[in-house]
T-cell receptor, first 117, second 115 residues
Framework: AQKITQTQPGMFVQEKEAVTLDCTYD???????LFWYKQPSSGEMIFLIY??????QNATEGRYSLNFQKARKSANLVISASQLGDSAMYFC??????????????FGTGTQLKVEL | DAGITQSPRYKITETGRQVTLMCHQTWSHSYMFWYRQDLGHGLRLIYY???????DKGEVPDGYVVSRSKTENFPLTLESATRSQTSVYFCASWTGGKPNTGELFFGEGSRLTVL
């Protein structure tokens, strides 16, 4: 069975510093996708970044990068130059291929990030 | 407006009552999902649907019923609400594409309190 583990319930980082949010996963599938979502206090789920299991390069999207280490089954999110607006809950997720070609996501328990002045 | 809309956004009900949470998407995405979010559990999949009239159970389906008579609508019904079903419910749809790619778009969430 698939499992996503986020071991950091809460993290603090100072403004303008970089921060790494940990995510490890477990799957026996060879093909999978790894995703990060942000949930601010307003509650909406915002897609941040995606990494395919066959992608050799780490994904980057602006200040977000995904540190993908396949052998260690980790997919850590790195946020560079943290901003106050980055304070939010962050969820790591993994896709599972469904019969018929669709995907469903399994989520971790989340990491609450607080950016301080 | 394009996207996923959920209604109601907030609902308070009593134990034993039936509650239906509505979800409507404007993209015609084939796959739709219902998740519940609880502290310490992240998001857990309740039910999903691959197309109209095709639904399947997720991790935590007990106490819930879904239907999908039209591609754009995917209502979630709690037939007899219990306090343990107090949660935030998210509807989502999948953009499609190659296997294990694409993106899951979420509605704004429906906060349900069962007294």
């Amino acid at each position: 069975a698939q499992k996503i583990t986020q071991t950091q319930p809460g993290m603090f980082v100072q403004e303008k510093e970089a921060v790494t949010l940990d995510c490890t996963y477990d799957t026996s599938d060879q093909s999978y996708g790894l995703f990060w979502y942000k949930q601010p206090s307003s509650g909406e789920m915002i897609f941040l970044i995606y990494q395919g299991s066959y992608d050799e390069q780490n994904a980057t999207e602006g200040r977000y990068s995904l540190n993908f280490q396949k052998a260690r089954k980790s997919a850590n999110l790195v946020i560079s130059a943290s901003q106050l607006g980055d304070s939010a809950m962050y969820f790591c997720a993994m896709s599972l291929l469904l019969t018929g070609g669709g995907n469903k996501l399994t989520f971790g328990t989340g990491t609450q990030l607080k950016v301080e002045l | 407006d394009a996207g996923i809309t959920q209604s109601p956004r907030y609902k308070i009900t009593e134990t034993g009552r039936q509650v239906t949470l509505m979800c409507h998407q404007t993209w015609s995405h084939s796959y739709m999902f219902w998740y519940r979010q609880d502290l310490g559990h992240g998001l857990r999949l309740i039910y999903y649907s691959a197309a109209a009239d095709i639904t399947d159970k997720g991790e935590v389906p007990d106490g819930y019923v879904v239907s999908r008579s039209k591609t754009e609508n995917f209502p979630l019904t709690l037939e007899s609400a219990t306090r343990s079903q107090t949660s935030v419910y998210f509807c989502a749809s999948w953009t499609g594409g190659k296997p294990n790619t694409g993106e899951l778009f979420f509605g704004e969430g429906s906060r349900l309190t069962v007294l």
